[in-house]
T-cell receptor, first 115, second 113 residues
Framework: EPEVTQTPSHQVTQMGQEVILRCVPISNHLYFYWYRQILGQKVEFLVSFYNNEISEKSEIFDDQFSVERPDGSNFTLKIRSTKLEDSAMYFC?????????????FGAGTRLSVL | GNSVTQMEGPVTLSEEAFLTINCTYT??????LFWYVQYPGEGLQLLLKATKADDKGSNKGFEATYRKETTSFHLEKGSVQVSDSAVYFC????????????FGTGTRLTIIP
């Protein structure tokens, strides 16, 4: 069964460093998403991406964040200068799209630890 | 804006007990409703969904009915198993385009033999 793949599973970084989280969505999907879950809190939407551009972003997704689909298969989330409060589990999701068909499939997540 | 209010956890039940996890929502229009499950160390998996009022989603013995009059989507299972131990998330998305999912806080369920 096709699945969304995320790498790495755990990323440890120093505050102020740049990190790139990688995702390979399901191959025929057109819509891509990033969510995050701070430990013990709810899953929060960060950004959605379609047709090589951001379609929606939350207030969390500030100038420190960016997304890219560099090669038609990968979908990346970059944090330019990490803060302690960026420590969270980051989930990538994808869907085929279409009104009423927004079933999003999630990867296993990348746990980001900022020290 | 849209929001989901979910029964606080954690919930601990004995095997074969009846399960209910409450979920209510606030949304404009007619959202689609979902239950996702997160097993230890894994990502979110879609458990079931309903896209319009009075629809019943079901999977693996779990059921939830989309109740527009009470804006609810409660998750039920008649007889839980140890393997059902996980965190359960109620979520909604606007039923047009490809809107983001809005999640509840999650309910951790532990089933003891």
């Amino acid at each position: 069964e096709p699945e969304v793949t995320q790498t790495p599973s755990h990323q440890v970084t120093q505050m102020g460093q740049e990190v790139i989280l990688r995702c390979v969505p399901i191959s025929n999907h057109l819509y891509f998403y990033w969510y995050r879950q701070i430990l013990g809190q709810k899953v929060e939407f960060l950004v959605s991406f379609y047709n090589n551009e951001i379609s929606e972003k939350s207030e969390i997704f500030d100038d420190q964040f960016s997304v890219e689909r560099p090669d038609g298969s990968n979908f990346t989330l970059k944090i330019r200068s990490t803060k302690l409060e960026d420590s969270a589990m980051y989930f990538c999701a994808s869907s085929t799209g279409g009104a009423g068909k927004n079933i999003q499939y999630f990867g296993a997540g990348t746990r980001l630890s900022v020290l | 804006g849209n929001s989901v209010t979910q029964m606080e956890g954690p919930v601990t039940l004995s095997e074969e007990a009846f399960l209910t996890i409450n979920c209510t929502y606030t949304a404009t229009g007619y959202p689609s409703l979902f239950w996702y499950v997160q097993y230890p160390g894994e990502g979110l998996q879609l458990l079931l969904k309903a896209t319009k009022a009075d629809d019943k989603g079901s999977n693996k013995g779990f059921e939830a009915t989309y109740r527009k009059e009470t804006t609810s989507f409660h998750l039920e299972k008649g007889s839980v198993q140890v393997s059902d131990s996980a965190v359960y998330f109620c979520a909604l998305s606007a039923n047009f385009g490809n809107e983001k999912l809005t999640f509840g806080t999650g309910t951790r369920l532990t089933i003891i033999p």
